[in-house]
């Protein structure tokens, strides 16, 4: 158990629906990323929040967009989903960042778009 | 330009021998990080291992070592006396720490799925 919990674990939904994926980091961790991956495109880097702050943005699409909130969670907000959105959506946390820091993956939140 | 390559889409290993998964990388910045997860099947992703780009010796951890050699930029990992346990997914990823504010931005291989066979 890696400390990052998500929820929900599994989510169904149709084309052209609005989700909130829930991303909780392990106690003290400042940094929170979000991952997807999908068949299509591998394991891509979407975006990183540090202490409340948007600190790095990677393929993330214009419909998708993300917070963290003083307590340190993250939402992760998909909009107008597409089929091409199924993926499994990682969210990671770490003490704090750089290039030597482990990223706690947490176990994911399964996306199916229908 | 692909910035990882893992050019072994699936590999099989003899159980209790030593396999070792390829990974080669692509970057200017001379202050980066690799690092190795593995996805079982039910799909989390586990750490395994890391190397600095300014680590003299190769990282190791258990039965788990990292073949750093820089200048042909390759970070395979070397997995000694295999378990069925290890049958899993194992990708590669890179960091690169030149600009501060995307240190925490890993960069992922498309994988490589190792069998190991009883």
């Known amino acids: 158990d890696s400390g990052v919990t998500q929820t929900p674990k599994h989510l169904i939904t149709a084309t052209g629906q609005r989700v909130t994926l829930r991303c909780s980091p392990r106690s003290g961790d400042l940094s929170v990323y979000w991952y997807q991956q999908s068949l299509d495109q591998g394991l891509q880097f979407l975006i990183q929040y540090y202490n409340g702050e948007e600190r790095a943005k990677g393929n993330i699409l214009e419909r998708f967009s993300a917070q963290q909130f003083p307590d340190l969670h993250s939402e992760l907000n998909l909009s107008s989903l597409e089929l091409g959105d199924s993926a499994l959506y990682f969210c990671?946390?770490?003490?704090?960042?750089?290039?030597?820091?482990?990223?706690?993956f947490g176990p994911g939140t399964r996306l199916t778009v229908t | 330009a692909q910035k990882i390559t893992q050019t072994q889409p699936g590999m099989f290993v003899q159980e209790k021998e030593a396999v070792t998964l390829d990974c080669t990388y692509d970057?200017?910045?001379?202050?980066?990080?690799l690092f190795w997860y593995k996805q079982p099947s039910s799909g989390e992703m586990i750490f395994l291992i890391y190397?600095?780009?300014?680590?003299?010796q190769n990282a190791t951890e258990g039965r788990y070592s990292l073949n750093f050699q820089k200048a042909r930029k390759s970070a395979n990992l070397v997995i000694s006396a295999s378990q069925l346990g290890d049958s899993a997914m194992y990708f590669c990823a890179m960091r690169e720490g030149g600009q501060v504010t995307n240190a925490g931005k890993s960069t992922f291989g498309d994988g490589t799925t190792l069998t190991v066979k009883p």
């Open positions: 970057t200017s910045d001379p202050s980066y990080g």
């Open positions: 190397q600095g780009s300014y680590d003299q």
């Open positions: 990671a946390s770490s003490v704090v960042d750089g290039i030597n820091y482990e990223q706690y």
